[in-house]
DNA sequence: GTTGCAAACCTAGGACCCTTAGGTTTAACC
DNA sequence: GGTTAAACCTAAGGGTCCTAGGTTTGCAAC
């Protein structure tokens, strides 16, 4: 019999896909076996456990989901580059919930493995450059890449566990919620640090 | 042997605990009896199935923050509404990953007894009346209704995934925060549609 | 108090999944 | 051609979900 010629990549690759199709709590050793024309058990030689495979498809995400806002991005400035970068994020959680969903669970991951992704480390340069254009200087700058994570992160998640109900189309919130966060940025709100609260 | 008296609340009271205690994916049917001291196959006279179980712990988790933000936002207005709405939501959060989490999945709740949890219609009362102070109009009181949530949700996701870097403390990250969506919400930008994009 | 009954709880068991241990086959390299 | 490391397999133990059907319990009505 010819030997499938797997790869830890290959199985990860094939578990993504999965994910996608049936849901990520429907991604089982045994159902990636199957998949792949082996037992569940020939899985093991390239992948440590459940757990493990969980962590690489968050990996995967994470690294695509960069790549394509890096594309996305790439010579925009300004709101174009705000509106870019967020179309991108959401549009990569609708194409793969079952991707994205594994982005979402606590940090397990092998440090070793997370290391070598460059995804992660990238996504921060990209989001801190998508801000340059706004004139902000640390702290404000982490407060609001943090904010603009949340607010893109929460919209997305809310959006696939069916949050917002039907009167309004979540499209058009969505490019309000762009408008609204541009503001925001361009009017950055002093910070009181050190100030009696 | 004295009976345990179970209940479908008292099942999922006990399933909620055990998800705060060891995660929402660690809890299980044999789990959840073991706690009360019963075997797994006597919760199926209390709850559909594993599914329906964990619909429940949602509902619960649902009702049960609702109420904090209702105690929290009682009396307040303009600003003090929108920072005690924002952190009686992140506190539950907090003090209650496992349930918050159950929030997370996918619906598939039973839309009869989701329908006898008063937590979602109360929850998008308490948010509309929270804003009533900004003055914003219909659509755009929906829009950024939609933005908060987003925000809240996606600041908690991120904060519990451990996707803040210890940089910064995301204590001030999330003052500032809702410092920035006060002003915005002060200041926010007049609807162009119809007009070309 | 006795009887009847509905619900609570149990045992038994099938199907599936995760994971380890150890054997066999493949492919590549000397 | 022979050696070797890895790929892949079978076998098996233990856990989970859930159903089917039997007991027991506690209440309520006579």
Same mark, same amino acid.
């Given at each position: 019999?010819? =030997?499938?010629?797997?790869?830890?990549?290959?199985?990860?690759?094939?578990?993504?896909?999965?994910?996608?199709?049936?849901?990520?709590?429907?991604?089982?050793?045994?159902?990636?076996?199957?998949?792949?024309?082996?037992?569940?058990?020939?899985?093991?030689?390239?992948?440590?456990?459940?757990?493990?495979? =969980?962590?690489?498809? @968050?990996?995967?995400?994470?690294?695509?989901?960069?790549? =394509?806002?890096?594309?996305?991005?790439?010579?925009?400035?300004?709101?174009?580059?705000?509106? @870019?970068?967020?179309?991108?994020?959401?549009?990569?959680?609708?194409?793969?919930?079952?991707?994205?969903?594994?982005?979402?669970?606590? %940090?397990? %991951?092998?440090?070793?493995?997370?290391?070598?992704?460059?995804?992660?480390?990238?996504? %921060?340069?990209?989001?801190?450059?998508?801000?340059?254009?706004?004139?902000?200087?640390?702290?404000?700058?982490?407060?609001?890449?943090?904010?603009?994570?949340?607010?893109?992160?929460?919209?997305?998640?809310?959006?696939?566990?069916?949050?917002?109900?039907?009167?309004?189309?979540?499209?058009?919130?969505?490019?309000?919620?762009?408008?609204?966060?541009?503001?925001?940025?361009?009017?950055?709100?002093?910070?009181?640090?050190?100030?009696?609260?």
């Amino acid at each position: 019999m010819a =030997r499938a010629g797997l790869t830890a990549e290959r199985v990860t690759i094939a578990a993504a896909e999965l994910a996608d199709e049936v849901g990520l709590d429907q991604v089982t050793m045994a159902r990636v076996a199957r998949r792949l024309g082996v037992k569940d058990a020939s899985l093991y030689t390239h992948v440590r456990n459940l757990e493990d495979l =969980r962590g690489r498809i @968050a990996l995967l995400a994470a690294d695509e989901k960069t790549l =394509r806002i890096a594309e996305a991005t790439a010579g925009c400035a300004g709101k174009d580059a705000l509106v @870019a970068f967020a179309n991108a994020w959401r549009e990569y959680a609708h194409r793969h919930p079952g991707r994205y969903a594994a982005t979402q669970t606590p %940090i397990q %991951i092998d440090p070793e493995l997370a290391a070598q992704a460059p995804g992660p480390r990238r996504a %921060i340069e990209l989001t801190y450059g998508m801000l340059r254009g706004y004139g902000l200087a640390e702290p404000d700058l982490t407060d609001a890449v943090r904010l603009l994570r949340s607010t893109f992160h929460g919209f997305v998640a809310l959006e696939a566990t069916g949050s917002f109900a039907h009167k309004r189309s979540p499209q058009h919130s969505w490019v309000r919620a762009l408008d609204a966060l541009h503001t925001l940025l361009e009017h950055w709100p002093p910070s009181r640090e050190g100030e009696p609260s």
